[in-house]
T-cell receptor
Framework: EPEVTQTPSHQVTQMGQEVILRCVPI?????FYWYRQILGQKVEFLVS????????KSEIFDDQFSVERPDGSNFTLKIRSTKLEDSAMYFC????????FGPGTRLTVL | GEDVEQSLFLSVREGDSSVINCTYT??????LYWYKQEPGAGLQLLTY?????DMKQDQRLTVLLNKKDKHLSLRIADTQTGDSAIYFC???????????FGKGTRLSVIA
């Protein structure tokens, strides 16, 4: 069964460093998303991507975040200068109709 | 803005039925989802229902939708210890729009 994959599973970084989180969506899906879940809190929408551009973004998705589809398979989330409050689980999702989520990347900012 | 509410905890005995409830505010919600999250793991899509349906059954899972009251429930029959997890309700106006999640209900199954 096709699935969304994400790498790395866990990323530890120092405050102020740049991180790139990677996702491989399901191959025939057209819409891609990033969500985050701060420990013990709700899953929150960050950004959606369609036809090689951002289709919608939340207030959380400020100038320090960016997304890219550098090739036909990968979908990346970059955080330019990480802050302590960026520590969270980051989920990638893709959809044709219902949204399927990847296993997540746990980002720890020290 | 849209909001999705769930009770935070539910404890049941193994073999009993579990009922997890959810309410939502967005009247344009068309897709209503249930996801399962086991400790340290991702979000597993369990089932979803369209707003023009009242009920959907899939093996041990039954989803009931009361659109008038904007109330969604997930019933798990013959609950097993492997069902212990956090269950998230989520909604969206269409299949492509971002999901709005509830805070999740932690289901504990007692052997």
């Amino acid at each position: 069964e096709p699935e969304v994959t994400q790498t790395p599973s866990h990323q530890v970084t120092q405050m102020g460093q740049e991180v790139i989180l990677r996702c491989v969506p399901i191959s025939n899906h057209l819409y891609f998303y990033w969500y985050r879940q701060i420990l013990g809190q709700k899953v929150e929408f960050l950004v959606s991507f369609y036809n090689n551009e951002i289709s919608e973004k939340s207030e959380i998705f400020d100038d320090q975040f960016s997304v890219e589809r550098p090739d036909g398979s990968n979908f990346t989330l970059k955080i330019r200068s990480t802050k302590l409050e960026d520590s969270a689980m980051y989920f990638c999702a893709s959809t044709l109709e219902e949204q399927f989520f990847g296993p997540g990347t746990r980002l720890t900012v020290l | 803005g849209e909001d999705v509410e769930q009770s935070l905890f539910l404890s049941v005995r193994e073999g009993d039925s579990s009922v997890i409830n959810c309410t939502y505010t967005d009247s344009s919600s068309t897709y209503l989802y249930w996801y399962k999250q086991e400790p340290g793991a991702g979000l597993q899509l369990l089932t979803y229902i369209f707003s023009n349906m009242d009920m959907k059954q899939d093996q041990r899972l039954t989803v009931l939708l009361n659109k008038k009251d904007k109330h969604l429930s997930l019933r798990i029959a013959d609950t097993q210890t492997g069902d212990s997890a956090i269950y998230f309700c989520a909604e969206s106006p269409s299949g492509n729009t971002p999901l709005v999640f509830g805070k999740g209900t932690r289901l504990s199954v007692i052997a």
